[in-house]
């Protein structure tokens, strides 16, 4: 069992929420007591620094195929770069590529999810995470009672903390593709 | 072309918020009920005037109990074709996804519309569901659609700026503002709403992933702090750890 993070990084570049939600996928796994895993899909400039975040291993998909996000691509390689990692715990950046991913993993790993979390999860009892509802006028606490669980992260709840490690450089690179041609092809951003 | 919609019913924006059955439920007494804005505004809205340039129908689904006829009625005044109602209690977003693909599996739509969220619990997970179960295309956060044939080429809102890309056979698609603009039923859809078709059926029973625990309320918000000109290093903290915007 462990927790892998999806870091976005659009036209190679990573940006803040990218840190932060991988300084909350380290401090839900060690919640756990398991390792976080990093995942990056396409360019990303410098994907080692998720080391300095805290993480154990960094993967990096950047086959040629991979560049340009499409959720039904790009969940299929999480949900199988999951299965091949034992991790059982899938966290995404609450942005609209997130979004779209979380439902998608949600029903490829049988999972229970929860998009805009914004806490870290009470194992004490369950499985339990808050999140923001009736447009931030209440929290709810939510149990997801699944054995996969898949997680999409407020930004601002989790900062990006630093840890000790250094950079990390054993990065597992090129080792997945896509298999699935894009339905969705994007012309421009 | 013939679109499906789905439709939820959310309290109204202004609704004072509140809680019972030890904080576990809702409170709806005395509560005004609405569709969604975003299902309602730009989602239908959008596929009505699609069929009305092309022809074709648009059937409006929604998964609840019977209370939830009246926003149902009010998508038909609109311009709806036809409607569904999934007959059980919206537990969760798989519960929801489930049950629309399910019926969606048992006719042949051009694509499916629905907001990019629920204005109560903001979840924008149900419609990658019912994409994934589908095993279609999802396209979120849309704010532009043309149809060119075949293609649907659609623009959709990311963070900094938009992506537009062309989307060839069915898809999903979460209605974003700037789609469509509001429609206001009139007396003749009105009167018509009455007698077109809206079915009930039996649900797809499904075992709920998501448990609600508690619903609080968040604490009340906190007077200014001000911070001494000269102590610009508390400022910097502050803005650092508790406000999280440096």
């Known amino acids: 069992m462990s927790v892998l993070v999806y870091i976005e990084s659009p036209k190679g570049h990573i940006k803040k929420t990218g840190y932060e939600v991988a300084s909350y996928a380290v401090q839900v796994a060690k919640t756990l007591g398991t390792d976080a895993i990093a995942l990056f899909i396409g360019a990303a400039n410098d994907a080692g620094s998720a ?114 490690r250094k950079h990390y450089s054993s990065i597992i690179d090129n080792q997945y593709s896509s298999d699935k041609s894009e339905s969705c092809r994007t012309k421009n951003i | 072309m013939n679109l499906l919609v789905c439709i939820s019913k959310t309290p109204d924006t202004t609704s004072k918020i509140s809680f019972k059955s030890n904080d576990t439920e809702y409170n709806s007494d005395g509560i005004t009920f609405i569709m969604n804005p975003y299902d309602e ?114 623009t959709r809102d990311i963070e900094g700026g938009v992506e537009v890309c062309d989307v060839h056979g069915a898809m999903v698609l979460s209605a974003a503002k700037g789609l469509a603009e509001q429609r206001i039923p009139n007396m003749k859809g009105i009167m018509m709403a009455k007698s077109k078709p809206l079915d009930v059926i039996s649900p797809m029973h499904v075992a709920t992933r998501v448990e609600t625990k508690k619903f609080v309320l968040p604490a009340g918000k906190s007077g200014v702090k001000l911070i001494d000109q000269e102590n610009m290093d508390e400022l910097v903290r502050l803005l650092h750890e508790e406000a999280k915007v440096i």
Request: net charge neutral; aromatic share 8%.
């Open chain 2, 41 to 154: 505004w730009y989602a239908l809205v959008r596929a009505i005037e699609l069929v009305e340039q092309s022809g074709g129908s648009v059937t409006v689904i929604n998964v609840g109990p019977a209370t939830n006829d009246i926003i149902i009625r009010k998508a038909l005044a609109i311009g709806a074709n036809d409607a569904v109602r999934v007959d059980t209690d919206a537990a969760d977003s798989y519960t929801v996804a489930a049950n629309i693909a399910a019926f969606a599996k048992t006719k042949t739509f051009d694509s499916i519309f629905l907001g990019k969220e629920t204005i109560d619990y903001n979840g924008s997970e149900v419609g990658a569901m019912v994409a994934e179960i589908l095993d279609l295309p999802y396209v979120s956060y849309v704010s532009k659609l043309d149809v060119n044939g075949n293609t649907f080429q659609v």
């Open chain 1, 51 to 164: 080391g300095k975040y805290g993480v154990n291993k960094v993967l990096h998909a950047n086959a040629s195929e991979n560049q340009e996000f499409d959720a039904q691509v790009y969940s299929k390689m999480i949900a199988d770069i999951a299965k091949e990692n034992g991790a059982n715990i899938i966290i995404l950046a609450n942005t609209a590529n997130g979004k779209a991913l979380t439902g998608r993993l949600a029903i490829k790993m049988e999972a229970g999810s929860v998009s805009g979390t914004n806490s870290l999860p009470d194992v004490s009892n369950g499985f339990v995470i808050t999140k923001s509802v009736y447009s931030g006028k209440a929290i709810v606490q939510y149990n997801i009672t699944t054995q996969n669980k898949v997680l999409s992260v407020m930004g601002k709840y989790s900062s990006a903390t630093n840890s000790s």
